[in-house]
T-cell receptor, first 111, second 116 residues
Framework: AQSVTQPDIHITVSEGASLELRCNYS??????LFWYVQSPGQGLQLLLK??????LVQGIKGFEAEFKRSQSSFNLRKPSVHWSDAAEYFC?????????FGKGTKLSVIP | DAMVIQNPRYQVTQFGKPVTLSCSQT?????MYWYQQKSSQAPKLLFH???????NEADTPDNFQSRRPNTSFCFLDIRSPGLGDAAMYLC???????????????FGPGTRLTVT
């Protein structure tokens, strides 16, 4: 069965510190992978996506993610976190036009 | 700007009183989705339309129905809302295309449903 796992439910970082949010996938073939961000009371905004090609993907708001087939991972990174990055982050995979979401990681940022 | 619009943003209904949530899109995408999202949880797919073809998830309660009168609009009807149906409802669209597919989904801002 297709699945996406986000091992960390809640992460707290200091403003200016680096960030890495983990995502692991289980698919029969390489899935299409996405990271979405959701601020409280809002919809989901796409940060970045991976379909094929370069395994290091650049997204909006200074985020990047690296696809590692050997580790079945697609971790999200940011070198310096801003207070406005506090939100819920969802990793998702798609083998078709239906998305499979991870359970999300809530990011808190300490001033 | 092309976008996904949901109205209203906040909806309060009474227990058992039918309610309709609406979604419109200017992206001309052929797939439209409805998700239910409860607090601190991932979105849960209720159903989707691929063009005019309706696809219901196996665990979506019969209480939830949907209509898609044209490409641009899609409605979520909750026939008899219960307290457990209070949630954020998200509409999304995609255009998988042909050839190299594109599975990116575009989300609306959501409708927060409160049941009293």
């Amino acid at each position: 069965a297709q699945s996406v796992t986000q091992p960390d439910i809640h992460i707290t970082v200091s403003e200016g510190a680096s960030l890495e949010l983990r995502c692991n996938y289980s698919y029969g073939a390489t899935p299409y992978l996405f990271w979405y961000v959701q601020s409280p009371g809002q919809g989901l905004q796409l940060l970045l996506k991976y379909f094929s090609g370069d395994t290091l993907v650049q997204g909006i708001k200074g985020f990047e993610a690296e696809f590692k087939r050997s580790q079945s991972s697609f971790n999200l990174r940011k070198p310096s976190v801003h207070w406005s990055d506090a939100a819920e982050y969802f990793c998702a995979g798609a083998g078709s036009y239906r998305l499979t979401f991870g359970k999300g990681t809530k990011l808190s940022v300490i001033p | 700007d092309a976008m996904v619009i949901q109205n209203p943003r906040y909806q309060v209904t009474q227990f058992g009183k039918p309610v309709t949530l609406s979604c419109s899109q200017t992206l001309n995408h052929n797939v439209m989705y409805w998700y239910q999202q409860k607090s601190s949880q991932a979105p849960k797919l209720l159903f989707h339309y691929y063009d005019k073809d309706f696809n219901n998830e196996a665990d979506t309660p019969d209480n939830f129905q949907s209509r898609r009168p044209n490409t641009s609009f899609c409605f979520l009807d909750i026939r008899s809302p219960g307290l457990g149906d209070a949630a954020m409802y998200l509409c999304a669209t995609s255009s998988p295309g042909t050839g190299v597919p594109n599975y990116e989904q575009y989300f609306g801002p959501g409708t927060r449903l409160t049941v009293t």
